[in-house]
């Protein structure tokens, strides 16, 4: 790893601790994250998407273990989706907690993502809480592939930049989206 990719995690992680909001790659596209337990970075996260605080937030954590900690349960068929993804998932749980109210759906729900990337593996597991992830646009703009379509508003709202990743031109996709229901049952809302 280079340097910048140890010294955007430490960056990261101060001004997440200090209720900021950051700007960073994720497993699937640029994000504007923020401490998924603090209510007013995440009301930031909204005004600066320009976002109605109905629309939900998807959260990134290093494990199925750490979302233990902000849902009720865990079925067993969660565990097994999430090991045999082959590409990003976020899977909607029933029954959030311990979490900023505004990042919690009027049903209760929460959708997380276990990224396979390294950089937000570690910076969720060195951060030690969930991190908000949603695309770093205008609501009702198209999302950004990469960092160089990235909206100069945008990149002026937020407290930090990462710069790991910025020459990276490859093109992601959002991730297949899964809500969980009883009994071991499962609705696809996003392939």
């Known amino acids: ?39 007013n970075a995440v009301r930031r996260v909204y005004e600066i998407k320009q976002r109605a605080d109905s629309k939900s937030l998807i959260l990134l954590a290093y494990s199925p273990y750490q979302i233990a900690n902000y849902v009720e349960e865990i079925p067993q068929i969660a565990y097994d989706l999430i090991e045999i993804a082959d590409k990003p998932l976020t899977i909607i749980y029933p029954n959030a907690k311990n979490l ?23 910076l969720c597991e060195k951060f030690s809480r969930p991190i908000v992830s949603s695309s770093a646009n205008i609501s009702g703009e198209r999302s950004p592939a990469c960092f160089n379509e990235i ?16 020459d990276d031109t490859n093109h992601s996709l959002p991730s297949s989206i899964i809500k969980l229901k009883g009994n071991a049952e499962f609705q696809i809302i996003r392939k």
């Open 1 to 39: 790893m280079n340097l910048n990719f140890y010294e955007d995690i430490e960056q990261c992680i101060n001004v997440l601790r200090s209720g900021g909001t950051i700007l960073y790659p994720t497993d699937t596209i640029w994000g504007i994250g923020c401490d998924a337990t603090n209510e």
């Open 100 to 122: 900023a109210k505004s990042v919690i759906a009027d049903d209760g729900s929460v959708g997380f993502r276990v990224p396979k990337d390294d950089f937000c593996r570690q």
């Open 151 to 166: 909206s100069e508003t945008i990149k002026k709202s937020v407290d930090y930049i990462v710069n790991f990743k910025q």
